[in-house]
């Protein structure tokens, strides 16, 4: 089906699933270099707790991260987010992958 493609090549922009993917993977990586005092770290890594309904879980954000990662051939984002340089090496590399 070439209808999205179709309305992209005029314009030469980027679909709106490759901005968001590249987008978080972006601020993934700014929020793991963050103190751990700072609120969006704290909500990034906070379990929140009780029980999930008994039908498939919801994915979560750090999970819609992982799976980007993990197409890019990073094992461990958070690892890798921690050093900005390498970190900035795969943004790069999802640009290119992505077509951003």
Known sequence: ???????????N?????TVIKSSRLKWAGHVVR??????PK???????????ERKRP???WTDEVQE???NLGCRNWRVDAED??????????AKAHLGV
């Open 68 to 70: 980007d990662a993990r």
């Open 58 to 60: 919801n994915s979560r």
């Open 1 to 11: 089906m070439g209808y999205n493609r179709e309305l992209e090549e005029p314009y």
């Open 84 to 93: 900005r340089g390498r970190w900035r090496h795969l943004l790069e590399k």
């Open 34 to 39: 963050m103190h751990d005092n700072e609120l």
């Open 42 to 52: 704290k909500i990034l890594w906070t379990n929140r707790g009780g029980q999930r």
């Open 13 to 17: 922009e980027p679909n709106t699933v």
